[in-house]
């Protein structure tokens, strides 16, 4: 079974930068890729960024593309979603994710339904 936390969320402004961290625990960890997605406020949940198990391989929603990075250390169970140039549209709740399994080394998806363990969310509020 995984685990995971996020930490990190707030409050920033326009142009302002954050970094969202998930703890997992679990021994499946570095074998699963993992992924952040995000809600807000009336809008269906959706992608942000994912990484394969090897950490070699990255995807990103076209929205945060050249301003987000994700990154992860598997020695030390850890995810992070470097957020710079934050606009108030990046304002939601963000939830790391887990793959459903060990996919493979490279293995990354946008895909929600790849992903079997959910955090309880981070909340970032970006005012303008």
């Known amino acids: 079974q995984v685990q995971l936390v996020e930490s990190g969320g707030g409050l920033v402004q326009a142009g302002g930068s954050l970094r969202l961290s998930c703890a997992a625990s679990?021994?499946?960890?570095?074998?699963?890729?993992m992924g952040w997605f995000r809600q807000a406020p009336g809008k269906e949940r959706e992608f942000v960024a994912a990484i394969s198990w090897s950490g070699a391989s990255t995807y990103y929603a076209d929205s945060v593309k050249g301003r987000f990075t994700i990154s992860r250390d598997n020695a030390k169970n850890t995810v992070n979603l470097q957020m710079n140039s934050l606009k108030p549209e990046d304002t939601a709740v963000y939830y790391c994710?887990?793959?459903?399994?060990?996919?493979?080394?490279?293995?990354?998806?946008?895909?929600?339904?790849?992903?079997?363990?959910w955090g309880q969310g981070t909340q970032v509020t970006v005012s303008s």
């Open positions: 994710a887990a793959g459903a399994q060990a996919y493979g080394l490279g293995y990354v998806s946008p895909a929600s339904d790849k992903y079997g363990h």
């Open positions: 679990g021994r499946t960890f570095s074998s699963r890729p």
